[in-house]
């Protein structure tokens, strides 16, 4: 998962703006889970519209399609370090 000064960096690429305080909400440690929860997407993001504006709770779902994204290209890429392994284990080549 991207750090919180990679997600301030995505933001300020997507909106002109850092959204600090809203990435730093999401990845608190004490909370991270609970508030990475995709079911409760609907609720923090009406706090996020409500506190800071409709683009910051836009950022905050952003935030969670990141991480998701970012978890899953790290599985792909250990999937395909094993599959090379193991083809080269076996003496296969990939095509
Ligand atoms: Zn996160």
Not at 27 to 51: A, G, M, Y
Not at 72 to 79: A, G, Q
């Amino acid at each position: 998962m991207p750090s919180i000064e990679k997600h301030i960096e995505i933001s300020i690429r997507r909106t002109g703006k850092p959204y600090r305080e809203v990435h730093e909400w999401i990845d608190d440690p004490q909370h991270k889970n609970e508030r990475h929860d995709i079911t409760r997407v609907l609720e923090f993001s009406r706090i996020f519209e409500e506190k800071y504006g409709e683009e910051a709770a836009r950022e905050y779902v952003q935030h969670l399609a990141d991480d998701l994204n970012g978890k899953f290209n790290h599985l792909i890429e250990d999937v395909q370090a094993l599959v090379d392994t193991t083809l080269a284990y076996f003496g296969a080549k990939k095509q």
